[in-house]
Nanobody
């Protein structure tokens, strides 16, 4: 069974940091682009950073630019989301997703919408509160 497993969420005070991890089970994540998405209550799922499968080029949304960093460790088949200077508006469930199994993904690559990603993690709650 092919799946993504996330870890690292939790509760942190404003200005704090968290690191989320995304590992693949049953396949090699290194071949695929990996994006992080988040969804707050009552809001649509929002793209956060994404990293390409070919050369690990990152793309980062304006909402988190300068605070969130995406990286990949090919030796451990893991993608990380480092989140610094967290704000209450960052509170959401965070999902990692892998894309690239279908040719249609490559039309927009990391700018693709959620429906173009093939595998999803279970989601991890991140709460930023004082």
């Amino acid at each position: 069974q092919l799946s993504l497993v996330e870890s690292g969420g939790g509760t942190v005070q404003p200005g704090g940091s968290l690191r989320l991890s995304c590992q693949a089970s049953g396949f090699t994540l290194n071949m695929y682009a990996v994006g992080w998405f988040r969804q707050a209550p009552g809001k649509e799922r929002e793209a956060v950073p994404c990293i390409t499968g070919t050369d690990d080029t990152p793309t980062v949304s304006d909402a988190v630019k300068g605070r969130f960093t995406i990286s990949r460790d090919r030796a451990t088949n893991t993608v990380y989301l480092q989140m610094n200077d967290l704000k209450p508006e960052d509170t959401a469930i965070y999902y990692c997703a892998a894309g690239g199994a279908r040719a249609s993904f490559y039309i927009k690559g990391c700018s693709s919408g959620p429906s173009e990603f093939d595998w999803w993690g279970q989601g991890n709650q991140v709460t930023v509160s004082s």
